[in-house]
T-cell receptor
Framework: AQSVTQPDIHITVSEGASLELRCNYS??????LFWYVQSPGQGLQLLLK??????LVQGIKGFEAEFKRSQSSFNLRKPSVHWSDAAEYFC???????????FGAGTRLFVKA | DAGITQSPRYKITETGRQVTLMCHQTWSHSYMFWYRQDLGHGLRLIYY???????DKGEVPDGYVVSRSKTENFPLTLESATRSQTSVYFCASSGLAQETQYFGPGTRLLVL
């Protein structure tokens, strides 16, 4: 069965520091992988996605993620965090029949000055 | 304006009452989804629809009813609201089943 695990419920980083949010998935075939961001009081917005090809994908707002099949991971990174990045981040996995996309529980990012 | 909208944005109701949450999208996307978001559970799929008049259950469908008579609308009805249905509800749409989902701003529902 599909599943997504985001091991960190919340993370605090200093502004300007690097960021890595972890995501592990379980899926029986080649997954479609997504990272979404949710600002307070808002809906979710796509940051980036991986369907196939280059395992390092670039997204909006300077984020990137790397698909590692051997580790069943799709970690999100940013080299330098800005205060405006404070939000909740969701990893999601799907495949053919993507209407069964499963979302992780989310990681809330706090940014300190 | 183009996009996906939800109404109402906030709703307070009482147990046993019927409540309908509306979702409208202007992209003519085939797929539409309803999720609920609760602390500690992330997003859970309630129902989805692959096209007009085609709907199917998600992970947590009990107590909810959906319909899709038109491609652009996907209302969610709580037939007899319960306190456990207090949540934030998100509607989303996508052009293809495995493609990016576009989310509405959400409806905050409180059941007293």
């Amino acid at each position: 069965a599909q599943s997504v695990t985001q091991p960190d419920i919340h993370i605090t980083v200093s502004e300007g520091a690097s960021l890595e949010l972890r995501c592990n998935y379980s899926y029986g075939a080649t997954p479609y992988l997504f990272w979404y961001v949710q600002s307070p009081g808002q809906g979710l917005q796509l940051l980036l996605k991986y369907f196939s090809g280059d395992t390092l994908v670039q997204g909006i707002k300077g984020f990137e993620a790397e698909f590692k099949r051997s580790q069943s991971s799709f970690n999100l990174r940013k080299p330098s965090v800005h205060w405006s990045d404070a939000a909740e981040y969701f990893c999601a996995v799907g495949g053919t029949g993507g209407f069964k996309t499963i979302f992780g529980a989310g990681t809330r990012l706090f940014v300190k000055a | 304006d183009a996009g996906i909208t939800q109404s109402p944005r906030y709703k307070i109701t009482e147990t046993g009452r019927q409540v309908t949450l509306m979702c409208h999208q202007t992209w003519s996307h085939s797929y539409m989804f309803w999720y609920r978001q609760d602390l500690g559970h992330g997003l859970r799929l309630i129902y989805y629809s692959a096209a007009a008049d085609i709907t199917d259950k998600g992970e947590v469908p009990d107590g909810y009813v959906v319909s899709r008579s038109k491609t652009e609308n996907f209302p969610l009805t709580l037939e007899s609201a319960t306190r456990s249905q207090t949540s934030v509800y998100f509607c989303a749409s996508s052009g293809l089943a495995q493609e990016t989902q576009y989310f509405g701003p959400g409806t905050r529902l409180l059941v007293l």
